[in-house]
């Protein structure tokens, strides 16, 4: 299997969310210098003459991209569910990152709040997660970065630094404010590091505390009232199929009404190491 850790992967389908998830993917090549992908998954029954035309509307729209802002766009279309081969192709081409479309919560296209999670929880690879273009093609101005007790918060921490060496990004770090004292200082562990590695690498931040009952709520007003660029989370480890079916916190972040896109990192991802994004 082709192995392509310079790609920016954005699943495609022609729809509008599709195209702004493209726009941010090339906001990011451009500074990266990273290709992009244009992936389409077609149903199992899909003729070859289908096959075919789906891949030539792709690599036109692929030749566009390239006319009018210089990004190197490669293009993959493969039969199956999004569910498989998303995570498939993205994990076997051990690609940098995958920009997203999804449609909210609700609606009848298939990558809705809860069915983005479900392909993201199977990928190895980080995910931008987006509803809306981009406000504008030079940078991610504020990044909201909750921070909790769990071990593996730390993994994220690499996307924040990643942003902010691009993107000359501040970082917005949410304290869970936590009344047990070994998750009080299981916390305060994890800020003190994330705090220790942002200075280290030259990164604005600012810090806020919110009551860690209400962190999905608070980490949504604060994003609201900043108009932030991006939120960064981590996904449930061991994601279950009741939390696809009643809903796990992640989704309704990632669906906000506000539209603000949400890069979300799964626990012991292989994107813990920055390096094939900033050197090379």
Same mark, same amino acid.
């Given at each position: 299997?082709?192995?392509?850790?310079?790609?920016? $992967?954005?699943?495609?389908?022609?729809?509008?969310?599709?195209?702004?998830?493209?726009?941010?993917?090339? *906001?990011?090549?451009? +500074?990266?210098?990273?290709? $992009?992908?244009?992936?389409?998954?077609?149903?199992?029954?899909?003729?070859?003459?289908?096959?075919?035309?789906?891949?030539?509307?792709?690599?036109?729209?692929?030749?566009?991209?390239?006319?009018?802002?210089?990004?190197?766009?490669?293009?993959?279309?493969?039969?199956?569910?999004?569910? *498989?081969?998303?995570?498939?192709? $993205?994990?076997?081409?051990?690609?940098?990152?995958?920009? +997203?479309?999804?449609?909210?919560?609700?609606?009848?296209?298939?990558?809705?709040?809860?069915?983005?999670?479900?392909?993201?929880?199977?990928?190895?690879?980080?995910?931008?997660?987006?509803?809306?273009?981009?406000?504008?093609?030079?940078?991610?101005?504020?990044?909201?970065?909750?921070?909790?007790?769990?071990? /593996?918060?730390?993994?994220?921490?690499?996307?924040?630094?990643?942003?902010?060496?691009?993107?000359?990004?501040?970082?917005?770090?949410?304290?869970?404010?936590?009344?047990?004292?070994?998750?009080?200082?299981?916390?305060?562990?994890?800020?003190?590091?994330?705090?220790?590695?942002?200075?280290?690498?030259?990164?604005?931040?600012?810090?806020?505390?919110?009551?860690?009952?209400?962190?999905?709520?608070?980490?949504?007003?604060?994003?609201? /009232? +900043?108009?932030?660029?991006?939120?960064?989370? +981590?996904?449930?480890?061991?994601?279950?199929?009741?939390?696809?079916?009643?809903?796990?916190?992640?989704?309704?972040?990632?669906?906000?009404?506000?539209?603000?896109?949400?890069?979300?990192?799964?626990?012991?991802?292989?994107?813990?190491?920055?390096?094939?994004?900033?050197?090379?």
């Amino acid at each position: 299997m082709e192995v392509d850790s310079k790609m920016i $992967v954005v699943p495609w389908d022609f729809t509008p969310v599709t195209e702004y998830a493209l726009q941010h993917a090339i *906001k990011i090549s451009l +500074m990266t210098r990273n290709d $992009v992908c244009l992936l389409h998954i077609v149903e199992k029954i899909t003729t070859e003459g289908g096959m075919k035309a789906k891949q030539a509307a792709m690599e036109n729209r692929g030749a566009d991209v390239e006319r009018k802002f210089g990004v190197k766009v490669k293009t993959h279309v493969a039969r199956g569910s999004i569910f *498989k081969q998303i995570p498939e192709f $993205v994990n076997d081409r051990k690609a940098s990152l995958v920009v +997203m479309g999804t449609h909210g919560m609700s609606g009848m296209q298939k990558l809705t709040g809860s069915w983005a999670l479900k392909v993201i929880a199977k990928s190895k690879v980080p995910y931008i997660v987006v509803q809306a273009p981009p406000d504008d093609n030079e940078r991610y101005h504020n990044i909201v970065f909750p921070v909790d007790f769990r071990s /593996e918060e730390k993994e994220k921490l690499s996307m924040a630094i990643f942003m902010g060496k691009y993107f000359d990004s501040k970082i917005h770090i949410l304290k869970a404010q936590r009344k047990d004292d070994s998750l009080a200082k299981k916390t305060n562990l994890n800020l003190n590091y994330t705090v220790r590695m942002l200075i280290q690498n030259n990164i604005e931040y600012e810090l806020h505390e919110i009551p860690a009952d209400k962190i999905g709520e608070r980490t949504l007003e604060i994003a609201q /009232e +900043m108009k932030a660029d991006l939120i960064l989370i +981590m996904t449930t480890k061991d994601i279950t199929f009741a939390d696809f079916v009643f809903g796990a916190k992640e989704q309704f972040i990632i669906a906000n009404s506000s539209k603000i896109p949400v890069c979300c990192v799964n626990p012991t991802s292989a994107y813990a190491n920055v390096g094939q994004f900033m050197y090379g």
